[in-house]
């Protein structure tokens, strides 16, 4: 760990605030001071890679587009490199929002409908599918798929690679050649690079294809200057601390509230049942846990899937409203619209139980899942796998636990990454619809799989961040019956 790391954690490790307008400048001097350093050092630093590690929520992308904003304003030409199409589209709208004189290029395929038409209201963006008609902009964003089928003369002078911790390494090694330097910003907690083919035989290799961009280019540059955003804006306070220290136990972080700044009311009492117990838990303490009874099920368990339908219908029917530090103080708060209400699951098919198990209750209460033949506030809601939520921010999560009635913890189910991603998308409240016994299962399932040699080890351990998240759970846990 750099003494920058060191550092900015000890600035971070302190008290959390402890609410108002003096506890939250603690946080925010921390993260200007933090944001300063990494602009010093890719702006005026002498490395070829600066890394910036970046929790949930902490402002990475307010970060990438300063960054891209100031460089180009010191007459710094520079590439941009995301993962997804998605990405590259939100980056673009970002900086030509913040921006609106910047000459920004989106570089794209040549398939039918390549960039979101959100773009097309900006005059300062130029798209093509041409590396030359976006010759002399002052930024050019792509994903890393795409620029690696560009040449060059001469490689740009600097680079920002975005979602660096989702780029695998021979992603990397197709695109270097195009910068001199640049700045890695990417979230070390969520899920790995994906790879359709399998790799093991390369684990513990120098040059490791599967490995993300970030942890190859630290092995080969150890001296590189490492940075973190210490503090998330996201997680309320009730959450930051358990998602720091189960999945971040070398970069911990806090959050940007204290105790209190963030409320989450109903304005219909409860009937009494399991589903509104849970849901009054999680505004109180900002989780809960609606246990169901131990068993072993079909991963589409349809008693789990029937759960987080009616937590979703009986949010709606209750009329929440949240309260925080971006509502006028005093005022009435925000309803909790069906768009900031998301459910979370491992697998797709899960995904497509939930939304018809919403769809069926959408005639009733007038709520559904994405994609559920209802309109109005039945598509709003998102349903998606954690791989798809990655990025995305919510008031209110609810989530199918992904050992919920197994009868086996397999490396998928384990992986730190994708528990992290549906524990950290949500700005007031998380609610786990998950089966007893889970505990159990980690307890006779220990870890199996082959210790390769010169192989990273995952850290944290995603046995124990489970372990972690489920003590946390357990005191907010309400029976199903």
């Not at 030509?96 to 390549?114: F, Q």
């Not at 601390?241 to 806090?254: C, D, G, I, N």
């Not at 209110?396 to 397999?410: K, W």
């Not at 307890?443 to 995603?462: M, N, R, Y």
Request: one cysteine or more.
């Amino acid at each position: 760990m750099t003494a920058s790391v060191r550092a900015l954690g000890e600035a971070a490790d302190g008290k959390a605030s402890t609410g108002g307008a003096a506890g939250a400048a603690a946080p925010a001097r921390a993260a200007a001071a933090a944001t300063e350093a990494i602009l010093a050092d890719a702006l005026e630093g002498t490395h070829r890679g600066v890394v910036v590690d970046s929790p949930p929520g902490a402002g990475k992308s307010t970060l990438v587009v300063r960054a891209a904003r100031e460089l180009a304003a010191a007459g710094h030409p520079l590439m941009v490199i995301a993962q997804t199409n998605a990405q590259v589209d939100d980056l673009v709208d970002r900086l030509a929002t913040a921006d609106p004189e910047l000459p920004v290029g989106r570089l794209h395929s040549s398939e039918p409908r390549p960039y979101d038409p959100v773009l097309e209201r900006h005059p300062a963006v130029r798209t093509s599918a041409k590396p030359a008609d976006l010759a002399g902009m002052d930024v050019v964003v792509s994903t890393a798929a795409k620029w690696a089928w560009v040449s060059t003369e001469e490689p740009w002078r600097h680079a920002i690679v975005d979602e660096a911790y989702q780029m695998r390494s021979d992603a990397l090694l197709a695109v270097a050649g195009l910068f001199e330097r640049a700045l890695f910003v990417g979230d070390p907690g969520q899920l790995d690079p994906f790879s359709q083919v399998g790799a093991d035989q390369w684990a513990g290799q120098a040059h490791d294809p599967s490995a993300s961009a970030v942890s190859t280019l630290l092995a080969h540059n150890p001296g590189l200057p490492q940075h973190r955003l210490p503090v998330s804006w996201r997680l309320p306070y009730s959450a930051a601390e358990l998602v720091s220290r189960a999945f971040y136990p070398y970069t911990p972080f806090r959050s940007g509230t204290g105790p209190g700044e963030r409320r989450l009311t109903f304005a219909a009492p409860a009937d009494g049942s399991p589903v509104d117990a849970v849901l009054d838990e999680a505004a109180a303490s900002g989780w809960g846990l609606l246990e169901l009874p131990a068993a072993r099920t079909p991963r589409t368990d349809p008693e789990a899937v029937a759960a987080v339908a009616r937590l979703v219908h009986r949010m709606r029917e209750r009329a929440g409203t949240t309260r925080g530090e971006r509502d006028a103080p005093g005022g009435a708060g925000t309803p909790l619209g069906p768009d900031r209400i998301a459910v979370g699951t491992a697998h797709r098919d899960q995904a497509a139980a939930v939304r018809a198990a919403l769809a069926d209750l959408a005639p009733a209460g007038g709520t559904a899942g994405e994609g559920a033949a209802g309109g109005g506030a039945a598509a709003r809601v998102t349903v998606d796998t954690a791989n798809r939520l990655q990025g995305r921010e919510f008031d209110v999560t609810v989530v199918l636990h992904p050992l919920s009635g197994r009868p086996d913890a397999t490396a998928f189910h384990l992986e730190t990454g994708r528990l992290c991603v549906l524990a950290s998308r949500h700005r007031h409240a998380c609610v786990v619809v998950c089966r007893a016994g889970v505990a159990e299962l980690l307890d006779e399932h220990p870890a199996t799989e082959p210790v390769q040699l010169g192989a990273a080890t995952p850290a944290p351990d995603g046995w124990e961040a489970h372990q972690a998240v489920l003590a946390h759970l357990a005191e907010h846990r309400v029976p199903a019956g």
